[in-house]
């Protein structure tokens, strides 16, 4: 299937953009999905996939001349195009800066997400990449309405980054912020991650972020991309937004604060994942699974062999905390398999704590609703061809009324793409309460 058909079949009105660029770091660092499997790979991204991913045509190798000026945009705003020719100008800017780049994926992949942007109003592409050897997960977003977005000023920027600010060759405000984290897993290895994020404040009104962030599994921290080689592709100047369409009226969001937030309150304290914990909450998920599938086993290898739950259960690879918890595994129910993963957020959960459904295409359905306990949830399910048959994934997002969040997603298999539980299994499931991380003390 074309990389064209797929925007055809995809392309709907995405909601509002509501990302706050000055917090992208914090909510990145809580957003465990894009961490654990679209950073690092590996055979949970490969089952669960992605609906819009761009199958990449890569440049010829060797180092590129950065375009001198702006080049004419012919595409318009809001369309398959639109978003192709963005998606185009991220690859060729990345290869320009790193000619050796190497995009994580088979086939390449860039722009991983349910539905391409409504570039009317944003672009937001993201994807892994690797330059000598070295990984990392890179992030470009654009939007309109900079000075309504952003205060390009360290000031604004949380106490646990460092940042500098500084001006471009053509007047373009540059900030450069950092942030890292020091964990240990169960072995007592030290984890180091790091992100960097680079924000352009362009003539016109425009924004422009480029985030990197590093591969947890090297331990070090170490990013892919120098500060130089990414604050160059932040400035590309064929990153930009195509022109407002002629009758579309785009409604500016509200004014910033002038003054810099107070303070950050103090982060719900955080540290080595309880292992009772670990499997008080293991053990929760195995129960609700029996009692909406009482013949629910575990999938074991590649002959897909039945097995117990807890065999095949993935807790997140020393990687969770007191503050979140991650756990994977495949489902086998009536001779239907697959990956079947949970999530809670204690806090927001960054980009996956969104709520709002998008116009219904033929590969994309959201439900959104109040459950049982009052809790709010959202329910996505989405598909697409594989082969001679078709996947899919559903995705029921919540937000508990203590102010937690919790995700259930569950892959639909090829070729049938069929799922091993019903969606209302799954959701009963997502409401059940005793799947919780503990209260704070």
């Not at 409504?118 to 050897?133: L, P, R, S």
């Not at 942030?179 to 404040?201: A, E, F, I, P, Y």
């Not at 009482?294 to 117990?308: C, I, L, Q, S």
Request: one cysteine or more; hydrophobic letters at 35%; glycine letters at 10%.
């Amino acid at each position: 299937m074309s990389y064209r058909q797929v925007l055809d079949e995809a392309i709907g009105d995405s909601p509002a953009s509501t990302i706050n660029v000055d917090q992208v770091i914090g909510r990145q660092r809580r957003n465990r999905r894009l961490r654990l499997w679209g950073a690092c790979g590996g055979a949970a991204a490969t089952v669960l996939g992605v609906i819009a991913t761009a199958a990449l045509v890569l440049p010829a190798a060797g180092r590129q001349p950065a375009p001198a000026e702006r080049p004419r945009i012919t595409t318009v705003a809001g369309t398959p195009e639109d978003v192709a020719r963005l998606d185009a100008a991220v690859i060729a800017a990345v290869t320009r800066q790193a000619p050796e780049v190497k995009w994580v994926g088979s086939p390449p992949r860039w722009r991983q997400g349910a539905k391409p942007p409504n570039t009317i109003e944003h672009y937001f592409g993201q994807g892994g990449i690797a330059v000598d050897g070295v990984e990392g997960h890179l992030m470009v977003q654009i939007e309109r309405f900079a000075s309504r977005r952003t205060r390009m000023s360290c000031a604004y920027i949380s106490h646990q980054e460092s940042c500098q600010d500084s001006v471009g060759s053509n007047g373009e405000r540059i900030q450069m912020s950092t942030s890292g984290r020091t964990d240990k897993d169960r072995n007592g290895r030290q984890l180091v991650s790091s992100t960097r994020l680079v924000t352009v404040l362009l003539p016109g009104d425009m924004l422009v972020s480029v985030t990197l962030m590093s591969d947890r599994s090297r331990l070090d921290g170490a990013l892919p991309l120098t500060v130089e080689q990414q604050t160059t592709i932040a400035l590309d100047p064929a990153l930009a937004l195509a022109p407002v369409p002629p009758g579309v009226v785009l409604t500016p969001p509200p004014l910033l604060s002038e003054a810099p937030a107070p303070p950050p309150s103090p982060s719900p304290p955080s540290g080595q994942f309880d292992p009772a914990e670990q499997n008080r909450i293991d053990n929760a998920v195995f129960a609700a699974l029996r009692r909406q599938a009482p013949g629910v086993k575990g999938a074991d290898g590649a002959a897909e062999t039945p097995t117990d739950l807890a065999s095949v259960w993935d807790e997140g690879g020393g990687e969770n905390t007191a503050d979140a918890y991650w756990g994977q595994g495949r489902l086998l129910v009536g001779g239907t398999t697959g990956l079947f993963s949970v999530q809670i957020w204690r806090t927001d959960p960054g980009f996956f704590g969104d709520l709002t459904c998008g116009k219904p295409t033929k590969v994309y359905s959201c439900e959104a609703g109040v459950g049982p306990h009052g809790e709010r949830y959202r329910t996505v399910t989405s598909t697409r061809r594989e082969g001679s048959g078709v996947a899919g994934e559903r995705e029921i997002d919540v937000r508990r009324k203590d102010g937690s969040w919790l995700s259930v997603t569950l892959a639909g298999d090829p070729p049938s793409g069929k799922y091993p539980l019903t969606a209302a299994q799954q959701q009963a499931v997502a409401f059940d309460p005793a799947i919780a991380l503990a209260p704070l003390r």
